[in-house]
């Protein structure tokens, strides 16, 4: 029987950079590598992995980077990547591997577990570990975000996909000394069933949904597209922010759905998320529960979202946001 040792995250990399995510993976596994007394391991693969990266992946907590480079690693390809990432949980044995709950984790973690037979938890918003048992209690968000559970798993390794934001990296230190360790990829193309036939890349303008610090989102009660693109957006430009939306404004074609936020779109986790006329239904609020703190503005009293905010506001968005906006532009000019 194998004997089952260390972390191990699968790092994403963003224009040759580790992505914000990773940083937040290497911060939380080098916590529960040093509460076992094993080295932290960090996965990064690509047609080319840029030595930068390495050096930023041990500089925020790594102990070992495997660097798998191919070819066939260019683009991300499910049946390409979990090839790579299997074969080094099997030769490694790792008690844990983290990955974020992110679109490529989504699709990767439960190809892995199916792969080793072991369990898995999606979108983890906390995680500990038992002094005894030394298994992870994985924290996540059930029946629509209105409760939350905790599991665990006895099988190894524990697979875990961790929401953005809700870990925090460690202090850069480029000072840390760790090893890169080459891998040969061995990827096997008889059982790839597909190919990437195109590939369309958004044209993002400003700050990304979810890297924004500060989200302005409006819901079906803002009437129509105009004020997403006026009266939000001033105030998200105010607060250096970005622009979401609930289901009914993408679905009615007000917004592009990539700034959908709920459970069927992205789940954010900003310092700062203000919800402008907008209900409150639970799918919504699985994809915002984890920001920081909760404003909320809207006409009815009783509306749900006031049940989760930690600031509201009964009143017309059109009167409310304006006034606000015009405050915040003179406190910050003072």
Same mark, same amino acid.
């Given at each position: ?10 790092? +994403? ?15 939380c596994g080098r916590n529960f590598a040093d509460e076992l007394q094993e080295d932290l391991c960090c996965l990064l ?10 050096? +930023? ?144 890349? +958004? ?101 749900n979202i006031f049940r989760e905010a930690d600031f509201g506001v009964v009143g017309r968005y ?17």
């Open positions: 029987m194998a004997e089952y040792k260390g972390v191990i995250i699968f790092g +994403e990399l963003a224009n040759g950079k580790l992505a914000s995510m990773t940083a937040e993976l290497l911060g693969a690509g047609d080319k992995v840029n030595e930068a990266a390495t050096k +930023e992946a041990i500089a925020f907590g790594a102990d070992k980077v495997y660097v798998i480079e191919d070819a066939l690693l260019k683009e991300y390809q499910g049946e390409t990547f979990v090839q790579v990432l299997e074969k080094l949980a099997r030769e490694s044995s790792p008690k844990i591997i983290l990955m974020g709950q992110t679109p490529v984790g989504r699709d990767l973690a439960p190809r892995l577990a199916f792969r080793l037979g072991v369990g898995l938890s999606t979108d983890c918003v906390d995680l500990s570990m038992d002094s005894e048992t030394k298994l992870l209690q994985q924290t996540k968000p059930v029946y629509g975000g209105n409760a939350q559970a905790i599991f665990t798993c006895d099988s190894m390794p524990q697979i875990v996909t961790i929401r953005a934001k809700t870990m925090s990296a460690m202090e850069r230190d480029d000072s840390r000394k760790g090893t890169a360790m080459p891998v040969k990829a061995e990827i096997d193309m008889s059982r790839v069933g597909t190919k990437i036939v195109e590939k369309v890349k +958004e044209e993002v303008t400003g700050i990304k949904l979810e890297d924004a610090p500060v989200i302005v989102s409006g819901g079906r009660g803002i009437g129509s597209p105009e004020p997403f693109k006026t009266t939000l957006k001033e105030l998200a430009d105010v607060l250096h922010g970005a622009v979401g939306a609930s289901r009914p404004p993408a679905d009615n074609g007000w917004v592009p759905e990539t700034v959908h936020v709920g459970l069927t779109g992205k789940i954010v986790a900003p310092e700062v998320y203000i919800a402008i006329a907008i209900s409150g239904a639970s799918q919504h609020v699985a994809g915002c529960s984890g920001s920081k703190t909760i404003v909320a503005v809207n006409k009815d009293p009783e509306a059109e009167e409310v946001v304006p006034a606000f906006t015009a405050k915040l532009k003179e406190l910050l000019t003072a």
